[in-house]
Nanobody
């Protein structure tokens, strides 16, 4: 497992931007597939974006074109740049890591709150 700490959440108006960060404590960060999930009250946790150990990215249709996931293997961090935010993006955002060579159970951060409201 890997320890994950999210940061960067906050309160923004519709159309605004935020950049979430997830810091990982592991010596093998580069081989992890990294994901961002979000969960709104009363809803299931959903996958928002993912970036593989090979830096291949995928996005949920609802955020495609607005969000960008990236990683810095030297800093052992993964980021989620969120632009053109909508009220529907309001949720707790979680960082998730899965070892590509040992894909049993993923590790989770504590979550960071993103609130989009006017």
């Amino acid at each position: 497992q890997v320890q994950l700490v999210e940061s960067g959440g906050g309160f923004v108006q519709p159309g605004g931007s935020l950049r979430l960060s997830c810091a990982a404590s592991t010596t093998i960060f580069s081989r992890y597939n990294m994901n961002w999930y979000r969960q709104a009250p009363g809803k299931q946790r959903e996958l928002v974006a993912q970036i593989s150990s090979a830096s291949v990215t995928n996005y949920a249709d609802s955020v495609k074109g607005r969000f960008t996931i990236s990683r810095d293997n030297d800093k052992k961090e993964v980021y989620l740049q969120m632009n053109l935010l909508k009220s529907e993006d309001t949720a707790v955002y979680y960082c998730n890591a899965i070892d590509s060579l040992q894909p049993v159970f993923g590790s989770w951060g504590q979550g960071t709150q993103v609130t989009v409201s006017s």
